[in-house]
């Protein structure tokens, strides 16, 4: 009822398009970006901000890079962990070696250097596929991970072997490093993942994004339509490593503080897989979903036995948490094999019609 | 030029001058291969039956053993516990073709691998939840496997070889060929193969399908856990394993995914080739390089025969 | 329409997997404005002559020239950025696209902004986008498949994927356009809307098209000369006339009595 294109008529090919053609659509992004940009840095706790929302935006914005990979051009990718540390270790070499520059430039500099290493592993995609190709990027996972950790270089030759993030201002205002508020470091994050999100969003409702999607339906029409399939391939690859690295590096300098070569080992990329899949692969807005249930479910777990006045040992608690995730991964593909984002539009599709059932 | 020399020569002047030491990295790798092999072997059961891009078959190699050390320190005795273990795996096959096989069959492959991937977490949670995290160790005189190792004096130094380990080498053997058997020569082998060429056609000759998953998974199950006897038997029994269990995959690589015999070649190829790599080029690098080189070989093999060393030609048609 | 201007000339083309011989030194040409029909039993190479055509294979032996232009290898890519479009016989769409978005594909060529203005989706990219949108919208009303255009064309039945395929195909303005059975499976209804396309297509875009398919009271129907391939061989060449009568064809089709 209130959820209905009814009398919205189109008169333009532009207006027909846009990539939110219904009105109540474009309502409803405007109230979403309202909550992330006003009500939650004015109303939201440190904990909410610091520990639920930056990590999720950041790991959103590195699953949007994977979703780029597998949803849309349907190349699996088990690496994306390694891509979001060279993203952190580019980041964090730039800014230690020039620190006068400004260190938004750095993070996106970080990305294009993550961008050119994800290209040389995406090189392997033209002749090999599926399954090989998922093997084939567990190479730049362990590789990638181990020069992390052996490369001195890289780190400074921190005897900790671990990369600190020094303070960096933006304009007067701390972003990084322990001066920095929770509320400043969100809006950095968030800006970041709005903008990013939006360009996504183009890239995919359009031309390249039509590419990509034929060369993942059926690549041998593709080429037949002209598309030639190594750039295509290496372009998905190049963006989505753009993501992961800008991601990586956010981790990083806005969110953790400081890392160490296993913060980006495989279990980062599984999870991120997981966030795609459960999120709905070939959707951004899936990207947001999934990285929502996959980051805030273990708090839930975590919060829950205490909210219940039960005393569970935190390995416990870890050991609960692997348990429910791996359920609920089979659960929803079982439930939902195109994930929440399918969910989502089927809720949409039902609202248009209430209160009739069809 | 001098680093020319290190890559290319100093290698193998350090391996002729040292055969014994030679030798020995040879036997390690061999071993290692050996248990990469199984895992890989269990891995293909699966995929040639089922289409199941098992992500979740290092997994089960760690569950087994835990299952059985677990029961073990909790008093059951060796035998018993082989048993419960081996019928564990059972519940598992049934379970899994129950929860996950049967909902999701006609998906696409990735959701079947996505699937699997659940199941890694879900056994890894269950696992250390019943028995606790930390390392155990593997019980191996109560389970009447041989213990310290045979030296040779050959080549001029000392070879030793674990007696562990050849107890592996020549279990693996029997249990490939006694698979190999079962396959040609009894009717649930032929089914199974029948499958393995047509879901279709097979089910309309009134085969099964899930009984065949069942028997397979099942089959991959007693395989997982005699992997797991065997290396758990050399280091820890803990999902630190995991990592190892990993290797299989650029094994499958090398040997093709449907390939029995590619898969025992490829797992010898990779354990032999990282044991050589890390002994004699690691060090050039700084060491460590046993946890990427296996990946890094596969894929440059990859790139020269995508269908792995046995795996069928794929042939394009449109 | 024969005797005009040769588009396509095919010239002893000999094709080979392993051991089988697919295509014997075959050769035949197409000319500008015509419809060609390749026929011949199952497994006669009908099909690998067009994956020939368009690039997907490349014969061991013999020249393929286009537009006059003898060419050695050539990507698919290649042939299609020169005005070769294609069904399949087995339906090749996008699955998870909507029927436009498929559409759309067969635009890809023709669309030139680039990365930065994608990202932007403005301006100019996005005037770019809404222009080809249009052609597309005539393409969609040509093909009678509106009521389909936002729905994904893994859902829709046979016969209408058929429709969007041919519809993808003549987005991207082909000179020459290749059918492998755009008739198969369909039924008798569907078989006439499809020839009503195929001829309208031809007639009022100038379209040339070759076109495989086995019924043959629409080859005879539709086109203005044949080719008969058998086992990999050219058993006969011309005019639906000239082929009805040839004794071998009419052999390769009943069979000889031994």
Redesign the interface.
């Known amino acids: 009822m209130f959820y209905r294109e009814v009398g919205q008529f189109k008169t333009s090919y532009a207006a027909d398009q846009a990539i939110f053609p219904i009105r109540q659509d474009r309502i409803g992004l405007a109230l979403i970006l309202l909550v992330a940009f006003v009500a939650i840095p004015l109303l939201g706790g440190e904990f909410l901000i610091a520990s639920v929302m930056i990590p999720f935006l950041i790991l959103a914005l590195a699953a949007i890079g994977l979703n780029i990979l597998i949803g849309y051009t349907g190349l699996i990718s088990l690496g994306t962990a390694a891509f979001m540390g060279v993203g952190a270790y580019a980041c964090y070499k730039l800014s230690t070696l020039f620190p006068q520059v400004n260190i938004l430039v750095w993070i996106l500099t970080s990305g294009f250097i993550a961008c050119a290493v994800g290209v040389v592993f995406g090189l392997p995609s033209l002749r090999i596929k599926g399954f090989y190709l998922a093997i084939a990027t567990l190479a730049a996972q362990f590789f990638l991970q181990w020069c992390f950790g052996r490369v001195g270089w890289l780190y400074n030759y921190n005897p900790s072997g671990a990369i600190e993030v020094p303070g960096h201002s933006l304009f007067g205002v701390a972003v990084t490093g322990p001066s920095a508020t929770p509320v400043t470091r969100y809006y950095v994050v968030l800006c970041i993942v709005v903008a990013m999100t939006w360009i996504a969003s183009n890239l995919v409702h359009g031309r390249i994004g039509r590419n990509w999607m034929a060369v993942r339906d059926m690549d041998i029409a593709a080429q037949l339509m002209g598309i030639r399939l190594l750039p295509a391939k290496l372009l998905a690859f190049a963006v989505s490593s753009f993501y992961a690295g800008v991601a990586g590096a956010l981790m990083v300098f806005i969110w953790l503080g400081a890392a160490e070569p296993e913060a980006f080992n495989i279990n980062l990329s599984f999870l991120l897989l997981f966030m795609v899949i459960i999120g709905g692969l070939g959707s951004l807005l899936g990207s947001f979903f999934g990285a929502a249930l996959i980051h805030i479910l273990p708090i839930i777990v975590r919060a829950a036995p205490n909210a219940l006045g039960l005393s569970v040992g935190s390995a416990t608690v870890e050991h609960l948490t692997y348990v429910i995730t791996g359920a609920l991964i089979i659960f929803f593909l079982i439930v939902e094999p195109h994930g929440l984002a399918r969910l989502w539009q089927i809720g949409k599709q039902k609202l248009r019609a209430w209160p009739f059932p069809y | 030029m001098h680093i020319l020399y290190l890559i290319f020569v100093d290698p193998f002047v350090q391996m002729a001058g040292a055969p014994d030491l030679l030798v020995q990295t040879l036997w390690e790798g061999l071993v290692g291969g050996v248990l990469y092999a199984l895992i890989a072997l269990g891995f293909v059961l699966i995929f040639k039956a089922s289409g199941v891009f098992n992500f979740a078959q290092g997994i089960m190699m760690v569950f087994a053993a835990l299952t059985l050390v677990g029961l073990y320190e909790k008093g059951v005795p060796a035998w018993l516990a082989l048993i419960l273990a081996i019928g564990i795996m059972y519940l598992l096959a049934l379970a899994v073709e129950r929860v996950v096989l049967r909902p999701l069959v006609n998906q696409p492959d990735i959701m079947l691998f996505m699937a699997t991937f659940g199941l890694t977490y879900l056994l890894i949670g269950l696992g250390e939840f019943v028995f606790g995290g930390n390392p155990k160790e593997m019980p191996v005189a109560a389970l009447g496997l041989p213990k310290g190792s045979l030296d040779f004096k050959i080549l001029g130094g000392l070879v030793s070889l674990q007696k562990i380990d050849i107890a592996a080498a020549v279990i693996a053997s029997a249990m490939v060929a006694g698979l190999a058997l079962f396959f040609q020569h009894t009717r649930i082998g032929r089914a199974l193969r029948a499958v393995a060429d047509d879901h279709q056609a097979a089910l309309s000759v009134g085969i099964s399908l899930n009984q065949i998953w069942v028997i397979v998974w099942f089959t991959a199950g007693i395989v997982a856990l005699a992997t797991g006897i065997m290396w758990g038997a050399r280091s820890d029994v803990s999902f630190a394993l995991q990592v190892i269990s990993l290797k299989a995959l650029p094994v499958l690589i090398l040997g093709g995914f449907t390939s029995v015999p590619g898969a025992i070649v490829g797992g010898l190829i990779i354990g032999i080739g990282e044991k050589l790599g890390e002994f004699y080029w690691g060090p050039l690098v700084g060491g460590g390089i046993e946890s990427w080189l296996a990946y890094v070989l596969a894929l440059a093999f990859l790139l020269f025969k995508p269908e792995g060393l046995f795996g069928e030609k794929i042939i394009e048609r449109i | 329409m024969s005797g005009g201007e040769i588009l396509l000339d095919v010239e002893h083309v000999s094709l080979a ?1 392993g051991g089988v011989r697919a295509i014997n030194d075959v050769s035949f040409n197409i000319a500008r404005g015509e419809i060609r029909a390749i026929i011949g039993p199952n497994g006669a190479g009908k ?1 690998s002559m067009l ?1 020939v055509i ?1 690039g ?1 294979y490349h014969p061991q032996h013999g020249r393929i020239s286009f537009h006059g232009k003898t060419r050695a290898r050539m ?3 290649e ?3 020169q005005g070769i ?2 069904t ?2 087995n339906v ?6 909507t029927t436009l ?1 498929n559409i ?6 023709k ?1 030139r ?1 680039n ?1 930065f203005w ?4 403005h301006g100019p ?2 005037a770019e ?2 222009e080809h ?2 052609f597309c ?1 005539e393409i969609i009303d040509f093909l009678e498949i509106e009521h389909i255009r936002k729905a994904p064309v893994g859902t829709l039945p046979y016969g209408l994927q058929k429709r969007v395929e041919l519809g ?1 195909a003549l987005a ?1 303005e082909p000179t020459l356009l290749l059918l492998d059975e755009p008739m198969a499976g369909m039924n008798l209804e569907e078989k006439q809307d499809m020839s009503r396309f195929i001829v309208d297509v031809n007639q009022h875009f100038g379209t040339t098209i070759a076109l495989i398919e086995h019924d043959i009271g629409v080859v005879m129907d539709l086109s203005d000369r044949i080719v008969v391939l058998e086992y990999g061989h050219k058993i006969a060449d011309g005019t639906p006339d000239e082929v009805k009568s040839d004794q071998k064809v009419i052999d390769a089709y009943l069979g000889v009595a031994h």
């Open positions: 997997f099909t994956n368009n997907f990507k698919p890519y042939a299609a950025s479009a294609r399949f016989q090749a769409l996008f699955k998870g696209m978005d759309l594909t067969g635009r890809s060529l669309m902004r990365l994608q990202m932007l989706r990219a996005l986008e809404i949108r249009k919208e993808r991207m």
